[in-house]
């Protein structure tokens, strides 16, 4: 009697307990919706998804998926699938993708394309984000994402910024002093003259010099990146004012610029189109011997070393009032506009590693194709003293001080083109400086207002 009733009395024991384990349990679940800890945990372990897009060749494309992987690693919760082709292939293939709104979560911009894909709406607004989270002043090129109401849209990857480069044998060769940065783009000009061969050997000052058969070019540029921009803006001209939807093309400023390019290349002094097109392509002029000097961005010395060419750069030159003026492009990173919060913030924590890491902004350095986003890293050793030419190298951060973007905006392909095909009449002699940017103005002001007139 008394073992059962033993028995008995640790049975409702433990059927109490149990009750009241329970309900603590129950308890717990109605005010937290759950086991906060463990549900904390199992959060943790979801991955999160970005697909990651970026043009691609050779080394870069190597060095951006192993820095992919050193990123997972920092970052378990995040994986990262990606997407590359070359560079034209993937922004035709962008164009298309952000049409199907299936375009990555995150992708290398072209700098002159940030401004289309944020007026298009295809693109998040990070202004919020960057103040937050990154120190504006570390950085380079990060305000020429920032449109005309102060929204940034994108952070840089690397920077291209426009210097000149020259070719140390060919101006020993002619006894010319190397270009300084207080050139004129009249001193460049009376420098190329006596740079500038014909086939029989004559340089543009001597008599019997002939002009329509050129063997070595004073200077070559080409585009509005690497060409006529830098002339316009430093002469006091420019494209587009301040809101980039007005056209200011038809100025005397321009005509002035656009008098000393077509004088150049008239004489045989400067490239015009149609001596571009005897070579495999507008870039090759420089690293192949046929010209003294070049406009040019950063990733230019990658073709000039390759072809073992010894040469240097100095900052651009100044135009008729004092004024100078280096073109940037800003290559960015981007968010989709239609990716969910979730994947919006993995994307930014990418953005985050190659902007602030140093020893990710090192290794990008080291392939030589573009100025580092980091000034702690440009004005770096890792920078400015690798090995190789150019020697100046500081040439291309000190050109920051007087550096300006390209007049981008939504349609900046389209005005492009079709100054292009009214400025290469002026270059041929086709027609008058006046007739060009006239019929420049016109054409480019009607793409303006189609788009933003809508």
């Known amino acids: 009697m008394k073992v059962k009733s033993w028995i008995s009395i640790l049975t409702v024991f433990f059927l109490i307990l149990v009750l009241a384990l329970t309900g603590c349990s129950n308890s717990d679940s109605q005010k937290t919706g759950g086991n906060t800890k463990d549900a904390s945990k199992s959060n943790n372990k979801q991955k999160v998804t970005i697909n990651l897009g970026f043009y691609s060749g050779g080394k870069s494309d190597e060095k951006m998926k192993a820095l992919i992987k050193k990123f997972m690693t920092a970052h378990p919760n995040i994986e990262v699938t990606s997407q590359s082709a070359p560079y034209g292939q993937f ?23 940030v401004m289309k894909y944020a007026e298009r709406g295809a693109i998040k607004d990070l202004t919020d984000w960057i103040n937050r989270d990154l120190n504006k002043n570390d950085y380079y090129g990060l305000d020429f994402n920032k449109d005309a109401n102060g929204k940034y849209w994108a952070v840089p990857q690397g920077i291209q910024i426009g210097v000149l480069y020259y070719n140390k044998d060919l101006f020993d060769k002619a006894h010319v002093e190397y270009p300084n940065e207080n050139w004129t783009w009249d001193d460049l000009k009376t420098a190329a003259e006596k740079l500038t061969l014909d086939a029989g050997g004559k340089n543009a000052n001597d008599s019997g010099f002939k002009s329509n058969n ?20 430093s002469y006091g001209g420019g494209i587009l004012d301040q809101s980039m939807k ?11 610029a656009f008098e000393w390019m077509v004088d150049g290349m008239k004489r045989g002094i ?22 003294a000097m070049r406009i040019g961005i950063y990733a230019r010395v990658l073709a000039a070393n390759e072809a073992g060419l010894n040469y240097d750069v100095t900052v651009l030159p100044k135009g008729p009032n004092g004024k100078r003026f280096a073109p940037v492009i800003s290559n960015s990173w981007v968010i989709n506009s239609k990716v969910s919060d979730e994947k919006a913030k993995a994307a930014w924590e990418w953005i985050k590693f190659w902007a602030t890491e140093d ?7 080291e392939l030589g194709e573009a100025v580092p986003v980091k000034k702690s890293v440009a004005n770096s050793d890792v920078f400015l003293k690798a090995a190789g030419n150019p020697v100046n190298k500081k040439a291309f951060l000190d050109s920051f001080e007087f550096a300006g973007a390209l007049d981008t905006n939504a349609v900046w392909e389209e005005w492009v083109a079709k100054f292009n095909e009214h400025a290469q009449r002026a270059f041929l002699g086709e027609s008058s400086i006046e007739d060009s940017l006239k019929g420049a103005d016109k054409d480019i002001q009607k793409i303006l207002d189609d788009f933003y007139k809508k």
């Open 91 to 113: 922004y035709q293939k962008l164009d298309t993708q952000i049409a199907a709104k299936d375009a990555p979560d995150v992708w290398l911009s072209d700098g002159v394309l």
């Open 214 to 233: 050129i063997s070595q070019f004073g200077l070559t540029f080409f585009s509005i990146t690497e060409g006529w921009f830098s002339v316009l803006k």
């Open 246 to 256: 007005k056209s200011i093309i038809d100025s005397d400023e321009n005509k002035k």
């Open 270 to 291: 400067i490239t015009d189109p149609a001596d571009l097109k005897s070579f495999q392509s507008p870039m090759a002029v420089f690293p192949s011997g046929a010209a």
């Open 359 to 365: 020893e990710v902004q090192k290794e990008w350095a």
